[in-house]
Nanobody
Framework: QVQLVESGGGLVQPGGSLRLSCAAS????????MGWFRQVPGNEREVVSA????????YYADSVKGRFTISRDNAKKAVYLQMNSLEPEDTALYYC???????????????????WGQGTQVTVSS
């Protein structure tokens, strides 16, 4: 089993920044590919960013490209999402997701991930 715990969400003004963190635990984690998704009530959960096991391959949704940066620290079993130039449209519940097993690819679909955190709320408002 893999447990994921997100942190770093909060209320921020438009144009501000937040850094989300996701800590993974569990013996089966094996530094698998990870991703960040977000969901607004009434909408489907959508991918924001994803990263391969080594961190050398990254994916960003068009809506966040150039503003968000994903990174990971496998020694700490953690993945991060640096969010800059936040917009009200970024308001959502942000989820961390993980796969087990080392892979050189990133994964953009919800069904690719077996493990999910509980989410951290990000609210962008003046």
């Amino acid at each position: 089993q893999v447990q994921l715990v997100e942190s770093g969400g909060g209320l921020v003004q438009p144009g501000g920044s937040l850094r989300l963190s996701c800590a993974a635990s569990g013996r089966t984690f094996s530094s698998g590919p990870m991703g960040w998704f977000r969901q607004v009530p009434g909408n489907e959960r959508e991918v924001v960013s994803a990263i391969s096991s080594s961190g050398d391959r990254q994916y960003y949704a068009d809506s966040v490209k150039g503003r968000f940066t994903i990174s990971r620290d496998n020694a700490k079993k953690a993945v991060y999402l640096q969010m800059n130039s936040l917009e009200p449209e970024d308001t959502a519940l942000y989820y961390c997701a993980a796969r087990t097993g080392w892979s050189g690819d990133y994964y953009r679909t919800r069904t690719a991930y077996a493990y999910w955190g509980q989410g951290t709320q990000v609210t962008v408002s003046s």
